[in-house]
Structure formats: C-alpha cells, structure tokens
C-alpha cells in the first residue's frame, strides 16, 4: 500500500472544508482556488486585497507550519520539465475555461449541490485518471 | 475586515493541503490511477481528503444558502445551472493536466514555496530526466521506499 494515511487525509480535508466554510460564511463567496486566482490576473474593484490575502494564506500556511517545527509532506515529482509546462498550461486554462478546478467545483460546487459542479469533477476525475491509465499501464506497461 | 478573513481561510486551507499531503502531486497521481488497486498501488487519500472536506462545506453551505447573507456582505454564489460546451471542455483540458502532472491550482500555488527547499533535488532529478526520451517516469513506489531484506 502507499503512502495511505487516512487520518491526515480526513483531518487535512476537514480543514479545507473549514477554510470554504469560512469563505461561504464570512465573505459570501465560493473558496475556488483558480478562480481566485483568475480574479487576481483581472482585477475588478475591491475584491483583489481579499483575493491576494487568501493566496498569501494558502502560501503561507505551509512555511509557518515548518517554521512551528511541523512535519511538511516531501514532494514527489517525476514528470520531466516540459511535461510540467504542459501540465501546468493545460490545468490553468481547463480551470478557467470550465469555471473551477478541485476545490471550486470539487469541494465548494459539490457542497451547494451544483449540477454543473458535480459533471465538472465527474468529467475531470474520468479523464484524470484515463490521462495516468495511459501514462502508468499502457506507455510505460 | 474581509481581507483578514479571508487571509484565514487561505491559512486554513493550506493547512489542510499540508496536512493531507495534498501539495504532493504524487499523492493526487496516486489516487487517479484506480488501474492500481490491483496491486496495491492505488491511494485512496484524495477520497478522503475530498469526503472529510465536504462532510464541512455541506452543511456550511446548506447554512449560508438559508440565512441568504453572509456575515461580512452579501452571498454571492453562481447562479448557472445549464451544462455548457466550455464547461465540459474546461474540465476535459483540465483533467488531462492533472493527469500529466498531479497537480491542480491550490496544491500547485501552496507548493511553490516549499519547492525552494528542495530545489538541488529537484534540478537532479529533472537534469537526470532530460537526457532521456521518455517524458514520464513512474517510481516503484513501494518497492523503493521499502528494500525487503531477507536476513539468512
């Protein structure tokens, strides 16, 4: 079995869940990640100094909790440069293009029982995991 | 006062990345191939993380949707209900780099700065990865992670 922790795993996504619930319930509006970030790149009137402290929260978060001596995850890439580029073009394009991403549409969409959401997460979860059937079982077999 | 707010969430919402490992791409890659339940490869941690998320905002949401404000100004929420061309052509594109690299906008932006850190290993490996054809690499997670030693 790998690295599978489900106690982090529900503890890790209960905060996430907090996060939108703070989101929803103090500022009025879906906590989607790429969205928020979208926001940044056009900025309309007002909403950019929330969107900006959000990004330096979801940053920060992880240094401060180093920083308090807390065990922060290694991380594992083995996608090659180019890949990543490529990835990283197709992910923030496909997320704006599609209005939402994992915790947009996933987490926030999902919980307001949003058909578009649901279909969205069903849709990139499917060709998610047929993008790495492809890469893991049938490229490198 | 909403910046803070929403300078909480953000901290909040890394937090939990952190801690369920999601700012590991590899975490995410290893959910997303469901072919290696077979094996014992396939981690079901994203489910979790996604389950334990939802079991908060859902009721948080159901909450804001009845009260129809919220505590700092006024709700608002998307509106559309029609399934759209560009919705599924968004997720489409999206899922397909989310398959190639494991990484999607949260996970992708709280990392950027743990990548620092590490940056010798990650040039190694990627230096390592460029003299090669082949773009994907898959680790034989368990088998590297743990040499079984047979003692005589």
């Known amino acids: 079995m790998s690295n599978f922790m489900p106690v982090s795993a529900l503890l890790g996504g209960a905060l996430i869940g907090l996060a939108a619930t703070i989101y929803v319930l103090g500022l009025g509006s879906v906590a989607g990640v790429s969205g928020i970030l979208g926001g940044l790149l056009r900025p309309k009137s007002g909403d950019a100094p929330v969107q900006l402290a959000f990004v330096a929260g979801l940053i920060g978060a992880p240094l401060l909790m180093r920083a308090a001596g807390a065990p922060v995850p290694a991380l594992t890439i083995d996608a090659a440069l180019p890949t990543l580029i490529a990835g990283g073009l197709l992910v923030g394009f496909g997320t704006r293009l599609g209005g939402g991403c994992t915790s947009g549409h996933g987490v926030c969409g999902i919980s307001r029982l949003s058909g578009r959401s649901l279909t969205a997460t069903v849709m990139f979860m499917a060709v998610g995991a047929t993008v790495v059937f492809v890469i893991r079982h049938l490229i490198e077999g | ?152």
Request: positive net charge.
């Open chain 2, 1 to 152: 006062m909403p910046a803070p707010v929403a300078l909480l969430a953000g901290l909040v919402f890394g937090a939990g990345l952190t801690i369920s490992q999601m700012v590991n791409p590899a975490k995410a890659l290893a959910f997303l191939d469901f072919a290696g339940m077979a094996s014992g490869a396939w981690d079901p941690s994203l489910g979790r993380v996604m389950g334990g998320a939802l079991a908060v905002s859902a009721p948080a949401y159901l909450l804001a949707q009845k009260r129809g404000i919220a505590a700092l100004g006024s709700l608002r929420l998307p509106t559309r209900r029609d399934i759209d061309l560009r919705l599924a052509a968004g997720a489409v594109i999206f899922g397909v780099g989310w398959g190639l690299v494991g990484f999607c906008p949260g996970p992708g932006h709280c990392r950027a700065r743990l990548r620092r850190d590490q940056g010798p290993d990650l040039l190694r490996r990627h230096a390592g990865r460029h003299g090669r054809l082949r773009s994907f690499r898959r680790r034989p997670a368990v088998q590297r992670r743990r040499p079984v030693r047979v003692s005589a």
